[in-house]
């Protein structure tokens, strides 16, 4: 395990606070950046564009090239804030804070909002504005989608499939599409476990499934969901199947478009910012909930591993495709994989691990319930009873101490969402699937050196333990707001929960050996009873067959 000075964890948390992403080399600057060129003069449409993979793209388009004319974003009002406040309140973002610093402030002026909701019949689009689009948008981004994995089928299906259709009837209108690129995901097609960059099949006709959606009442489509869903284990992955099929029939009709399929999506690596998210979705709520002593058993192939690609090389693989397509004219790469296992792969174990070893030693969460520690489990028999004795009955045994000193209790609430969590892990967890990514491949060969620095799709220079431990750091400050001055009290506090977790731990064997030994006279007095009940039974068996043995000779000897 790695041990750093005071000075050298003083000098991260000051070079992660200061960071800049890495400015072009002067070897470089005198080749073309044709990526770029590509954006010059467009309008551009997006939904999702409030969504995590959303915002850095806006932010990187914004920044790489400054000279699209406008970017038009599909926002909904949410939580009593209308669309332009909701624009606002995206840029007050730390994400763009280095766009601000590059471009000033005047290059968010490029951003419109457009009213509206995916989920809607007609996008919820007024009259106006759907001209506006159709008069003027060249470049369509379609990210908009619900994520949870236990979202109600009916919701998933009006917003991941219906909503899909809904965006291409708009792009349809638009008299200067040139691409409309629908970002998909690498699993969707779960019954293969070998995945190329080719449509699939889909499971039923989605336009039927839309109809019946439309038609039937919440309720009972929850009744019927698990017959619908057949062999998908979600809804997510079940409507984002179906709409990829809904972009392919458009494929084939001529329509300009490109099937983006990102794997896990996980926080920055490079730029603008290493380790931002706004969210706790995949390893990083893992490493957070490890981190607070909350999760200490998985069931899970500790040797298995799941692709995940971090978000900026996510856009950049977008971006890429947008530019092959129009300025290469290369009509001919329209479904991509944007993954990361064909080139390297992590293992639960190892992010369990390296996870362990940042948040004991360097970058400690404030207030952890317990020191990390606990293991995965190829059992689920075994996870399950780990689960009731490291999970709920801590949980409850300290929320009703919380409850005792007049706060609200937490515990049995965060343990109820970390099951339902581990109910979708696992599946993708004990599940292995191969993703071809040939197209990526292709696009690195055509890229210049320039471009391939402004628009890295490659981890070849990629440190998987200092990757986690700028996502552990930017998740303490900008999810959990832990500031980095608590950090020196968080060390101290891990160092006293280690020797705790070690006190508890002699303290339950000692007292397990104490009850042993207590007992001691009446375990030996039911174990030897339990030997002659043994002893008694074989010797009933030894009898019966003797008595066979001879009662068979006489019975054969009189006939």
């Known amino acids: 395990m790695p041990k750093y000075t005071a000075s050298e964890m003083a000098s991260f948390e000051e070079g992660f606070l200061n960071y800049k992403p890495p400015v072009l080399p002067d070897e470089l600057s005198n080749l073309p950046d044709r990526v770029s060129k590509t954006f010059i003069g467009k309008t551009i449409f997006i939904t999702g564009g409030s969504g995590f993979l959303g915002k850095v793209l806006v932010e990187k388009l914004l920044r790489k090239c400054p000279d699209i004319e406008r970017i038009y974003l599909l926002l909904r009002t949410k939580k009593g804030s209308n669309p332009k406040q909701r624009v606002e309140t995206i840029f007050s973002s730390v994400l763009f804070d280095h766009l601000k610093e ?58 991941n499939t219906r909503g899909t259709k809904m965006v291409l009837d708009l792009a349809k209108e638009m008299k200067n599409l040139q691409v409309f690129v629908h970002v998909s995901t690498s699993y969707c097609h779960l019954d293969e476990k070998v995945l190329f960059e080719k449509a699939y099949p889909p499971p039923t006709d989605p336009h039927k499934i839309i109809q019946s959606m439309e038609m039937l009442d919440e309720s009972f489509v929850e009744t019927i969901s698990k017959e619908v869903l057949g062999s998908f284990p979600n809804s997510y992955a079940f409507t984002k199947c179906l709409s990829e099929h809904l972009v392919v029939e458009q494929i084939e009709a001529g329509m300009p478009c490109i099937i983006a399929r990102p794997s896990i999506v996980i926080p920055i690596w490079k730029e603008p910012l290493p380790g931002w998210t706004d969210n706790i979705n995949g390893p990083t709520g893992l490493l957070i909930g490890a981190g607070k002593g909350v999760i200490r058993t998985m069931f899970c192939n500790n040797q298995g591993y799941a692709d995940y690609l971090p978000v900026d090389i996510t856009v950049n693989g977008i971006i890429l495709l947008t530019w092959n397509y129009i300025s290469n004219n290369d009509t001919t790469r329209t479904i991509c994989h944007l993954t990361s296992s064909q080139e390297w792969r992590v293992t639960w174990q190892e992010i369990i691990d390296i996870g362990k070893s940042i948040v004991t030693t360097e970058v400690p969460l404030n207030g952890a319930v317990w020191y990390p520690g606990g293991s995965m489990k190829s059992s689920k028999l075994v996870h399950n009873i780990c689960v009731f004795f490291l999970h709920t009955i801590p949980a409850y045994f300290l929320d009703a101490i919380i409850y005792m000193s007049g706060n609200k209790p937490c515990l049995v609430r965060i343990q109820d969402r970390i099951n339902k969590g581990f109910e979708v892990f696992e599946y993708y967890a004990n599940n292995q699937w191969e993703f071809r990514n040939e197209h990526v491949h292709y696009m690195r060969r055509v890229m210049n050196p320039r471009e391939k620095f402004e628009y890295k799709i490659d981890g070849n220079d990629m440190d998987i333990r200092n990757y986690f431990r700028d996502c552990i750091m930017a998740a303490r400050i900008y999810i959990l707001k832990e500031t980095p001055d608590t950090l020196p009290r968080a060390r101290i506090h891990m160092k006293i929960m280690y020797f705790v977790d070690i006190i508890a731990k002699i303290l ?17 007095a039911i174990g030897l009873l339990l030997l002659n009940l043994i002893r008694l039974f074989f010797k009933s068996i030894f009898s019966t067959i003797s008595s066979d043995a001879t009662v068979g000779p006489i019975l054969n000897k009189e006939l």
């Open 508 to 524: 339950f064997f000692g007292l397990l050996l104490w009850t042993l030994f207590k007992w001691s006279d009446t375990i030996i």
């Open 102 to 159: 590059l471009r000033g402030v005047e290059v968010l002026n490029k951003v419109y909002p457009i009213a509206g909701d995916v989920s809607e019949p007609g996008l919820a689009i007024n009259e106006s504005d759907r001209r506006l689009l159709a008069d003027t948008v060249q470049i369509v981004y379609h990210a908009a989608a619900t994520i949870r994995f236990d979202e109600a089928l009916k919701k998933a299906v009006l917003l």
